[in-house]
């Protein structure tokens, strides 16, 4: 991070928004959105703390090796961000370190590319130790690799008779504290993930479903709806950055583990995966995923397809899913909403916000987690109280008939209540 950025809004002494220019360049194999181009980095943007003072967008076959965008353009952004008093000048692209330092000599004004910003969004987010920790990993790896124009005050004195050692001297310094500090955090983090393990474990016999969607697609609110779990809601990018695991009732005594997990976004960076690989794993280790989509936004094909591509890179693409189409109420176009449901044989369409279409929810998924439970048929003695409540609360009575003093009981469950059941039993059986 060069000397001169501090972050948006939330650094010490600052009490306004930053000012903020956004750029973008349009290349031939990059994403096509219904949206203006630089929409969700105008969103990005605001949630981090800046207010949207210009813009620019450039049209090219392949990118500036010196700037990113032609050297007109990087002019044209520093005239742009000199009169509109901008604070920063933000990238709807990846910048490597060069291009980042040039765009700054030629702007005279901090750069910040996608990756940073989406970097800077989540350090804002971090509430828990955990993710405090995956934010932190991602930045330094990030940092890493742009040391050296970090410190473009000290790189000018390099050269120089007298002062070659000691601005060298600082970067390997530098260095060498950076790659302390992302072993530390990778220990501490591998203790976080063997306690997640352990806690997985628990679960393991029990049904698990992860909600999983592009950011701001509503899985908490559908989270809270479903569960009545107090989860944090903010109408903002990437508001949960922390899984949450709630217990779901469902109808038919069926129970289930539901997770939230943080949201995707295209191009989400590299080290923010990798860090975030223990958040991730919940997503891994489901049994079902509710693949939740704002079917209220004109790029939600765009976005299922970038979720379906980072579910593939942590390892999730195969498991089995459920698409869940939310914000049917918000949508503008009632009919274009209505299209993405019937394209897809199977979708639920809901409104998290109003509960329209939930009970379509908890019925295809109690029907799916049915599917996977273990039958039973049983002779349970009628003073058997204990068991037979047990059997009641946690299992799925197919039917039930009595022979003297005996419940004939044929039954489904869950692997572990199924197990239990018949430990109980056999543990009459042997009193008896």
Request: glycine residues 6%; hydrophobic residues 40%; proline residues 4%.
């Amino acid at each position: 991070m060069s000397p001169e950025f501090e972050g948006f809004g939330k650094a010490p002494g600052r009490r306004r928004r930053q000012r903020a220019v956004v750029v973008g360049v349009e290349l031939p194999d990059g994403p096509k959105t219904a949206e203006p181009p630089l929409a969700e980095l105008k969103r990005l943007a605001e949630t981090a703390g800046a207010d949207v003072v210009g813009e620019l967008v450039q049209r090219r076959p392949s990118p500036d090796a010196t700037y990113f965008v032609g050297k007109g353009k990087a002019t044209e952004a520093a005239a742009l961000a000199k009169a509109t008093n901008a604070d920063v000048v933000i990238f709807d692209n990846d910048l490597s370190p060069a291009q980042e330092r040039n765009l700054e000599e030629a702007i005279a004004k901090p750069v910040v590319d996608r990756s940073r910003l989406i970097l800077d969004i989540f350090a804002t987010r971090a509430r828990s130790k955990q993710a405090a920790l995956q934010v932190e990993l991602a930045q330094l790896e990030y940092q890493k690799p742009r040391l050296k124009r970090m410190w473009t005050h000290l790189e000018r004195m390099e050269g120089a008779i007298g002062s070659r050692g000691p601005g060298e001297k600082q970067i390997e310094e530098d260095k060498r504290i950076i790659g302390k500090r992302i072993a530390h955090l990778k220990k501490q983090l591998e203790t976080v993930e063997l306690q997640r393990a352990s806690q997985a474990a628990g679960r393991a016999p029990y049904f698990k479903v992860s909600l999983v969607g592009y950011t701001n697609a509503g899985k908490s609110t559908l989270l809270h709806r479903l569960t009545g779990a107090d989860a944090f809601i903010e109408d903002k990018l990437f508001a949960t950055l922390d899984t949450q695991t709630r217990t779901w009732k469902l109808p038919g005594n069926v129970r289930v583990f539901l997770s939230d997990t943080v949201g995707f976004i295209r191009d989400l960076p590299h080290h923010l995966v990798a860090s975030f690989h223990s958040t991730l794993s919940e997503a891994v280790d489901a049994d079902l995923l509710l693949h939740v989509v704002d079917a209220s936004n004109p790029d939600a094909e765009m976005q299922m397809q970038v979720v379906d591509e980072t579910l593939d890179e942590i390892g999730a693409g195969a498991n089995r899913r459920l698409i869940v189409f939310n914000k049917m109420d918000a949508a503008r176009d009632k009919l274009i909403a209505q299209s993405l449901v019937t394209k897809r044989p199977g979708a639920v369409a809901v409104s998290a916000k109003t509960g329209a279409g939930v009970e379509d929810v908890e019925a295809r998924v109690a029907a799916i987690v049915r599917g996977a439970h273990v039958s039973l048929d049983l002779r349970v003695p009628q003073g058997a109280g204990r068991l037979l409540a047990y059997i009641e609360k946690t299992a799925t009575v197919l039917s039930k008939s009595y022979e003297d003093d005996v419940v004939v009981l044929r039954l489904k469950a869950a692997p572990r209540d199924a197990a239990k059941i018949e430990e109980d039993l056999r543990a009459l059986t042997d009193v008896a």
